[in-house]
């Protein structure tokens, strides 16, 4: 009998057990769903962030900035609200560096030309401050999702226009679009498009395809994309694109010639070959026109906004000439800089500088435009070493992207790992 009363007692025991168990498992489960969903959701609200930053650095000239830029400080908050109650110590410090460069250009920039750069420099220390919580890793994974469809982007470009020209249309700033998304700045060599995707112009494109060709070989090891990704860049038709794809075939290369894989090395090298026959016309058809061409007004204006953008410096070496635009062209028209060289309609109409290196300078001096530059060469978010560091200073060179905030953040996040300490206390 009392047998039978606690066999009785013991099954119930287990199925109330059971039950508990198993409502405990659906409650982790339905747990474990909730969260990853609200990461998902998290991670593409940052991603829409990330991509409204480049967009404000390069993007298509039609595209409002200000509305976006509010945008992207607003999905950040939207994707971690926790993550922007307190400043990251290292990103206090960029604020901190930010400010004296705004107190510096009270002296020399008007009170639009400031605000203008101050909303750009804020949105940057937004981003500086999110990614160094979340760390590179998160920052190159959601670079790599935007960049990796831009390849696709650029060759359907290039096949619609030649197949159905008929779609395109003329948009501000004489890009021809495709249901805004598929762009391009002007008819090339052989009668090709060059697309330049979300950006004012194919130089910009090149770079973000150079970015995402790094992270193919390197960092997803998928050479199909990293394949694509090179005929994107060819179709580009970018002088530089062109110079630094064979930087990034030499490294490639050189890294499987030291690593000892002889094989591939041997493929390698017969693909290298392969790709210079292929891209070698094109290349050649782009140098001439860019030197001596149709397109040569290209060169003539990089090279002029080269020698003004020093002699502008000159005049204000230590602090610049401010932001303002009005500033450095009344004072670049009255320097003595010999055109004699140059066609007059390259430069007669000039309303900036194409040189995004230079630009630090005569803008801010060598006071804030040489930390800026150190804290570019040595920024660690991208990875990549010295090659990315070359595709960004190459790239810059020609663009002039330097104070906007995608790569404002860059220079900003190279120029707080100066402030990591190691160790035995001492600045990294």
Request: charged share 15%; with cysteine; aromatic share 12%.
């Amino acid at each position: 009998m009392l047998a039978g009363i606690l066999a009785s007692f013991q099954e119930k025991s287990l199925k109330i057990s059971f039950r508990h168990s198993k409502k405990m498992e659906i409650l982790v489960q339905k747990e474990v769903e909730t969260t990853a969903g609200r990461k998902k959701s998290s991670d593409r609200l940052r991603r829409a962030s990330l991509l409204c930053a480049i967009i404000i650095s390069g993007g298509l000239l039609f595209i409002p900035r200000i509305p976006i830029l509010i945008l992207a400080a607003v999905l950040i908050f939207l994707a971690h609200p926790r993550g922007l109650n307190t400043l990251h110590v290292r990103a206090l410090y960029a604020l901190y560096f930010v400010a004296i460069i705004l107190v510096i250009a009270l002296t020399n920039s008007t009170v639009e030309a400031l605000l203008v750069r101050a909303a750009n420099f804020a949105l940057a220390i937004v981003i500086l401050n999110l990614y160094l919580r979340l760390g590179q890793r998160e920052f190159q994974s959601d670079l790599e999702s935007i960049t990796s469809f831009m390849p696709i982007q650029a060759i359907t470009t290039v096949v619609l226009a030649a197949t159905m020209p008929i779609i395109f249309t003329t948009l501000p700033g004489d890009v021809e679009s495709a249901f805004l998304l598929f762009n391009y700045h002007s008819i090339g060599a052989f009668g090709l498009a060059q697309p330049n995707g979300i950006f004012w112009e194919p130089g910009i494109l090149q770079l973000f395809l150079h970015i995402n060709l790094h992270y193919a070989i390197w960092k997803s090891r998928s050479y199909r994309r990293a394949i694509i990704t090179v005929f994107a860049i060819i179709l580009t038709q970018s002088t530089t694109g062109y110079i630094l794809l064979g930087l990034q075939a030499i490294s490639f290369i050189y890294y499987l010639y030291r690593n000892g894989r002889m094989k591939s090395f041997a493929i390698g090298n017969a693909a290298l070959l392969l790709s210079a026959y292929l891209v070698l016309p094109v290349a050649i058809a782009n140098f001439e026109n860019k030197f001596s061409g149709d397109l040569r007004g290209s060169f003539f204006a990089r090279q002029y906004d080269t020698i003004a953008a020093i002699e502008v410096w000159k005049s204000a070496p230590l602090t610049g000439v401010g932001f303002d635009i009005e500033s450095y062209l009344e004072i670049s028209r009255s320097t003595s800089i010999n055109l004699s060289q140059y066609d007059q309609t390259v430069f007669s109409e000039r309303i900036g500088n194409t040189n995004g290196i230079l630009t630090l300078f005569f803008t801010m001096g060598i006071l804030c435009g040489a930390p800026l530059l150190i804290g570019l060469l040595r920024q660690s978010m991208l990875g990549g070493g010295l090659v990315i560091r070359l595709i960004l200073l190459v790239s810059l060179f020609t663009e002039p992207l330097v104070l906007f905030p995608f790569f404002f953040f860059l220079s900003l996040s190279g120029l707080v790992e100066l402030t990591k300490r190691k160790p035995n206390g001492q600045p990294a």
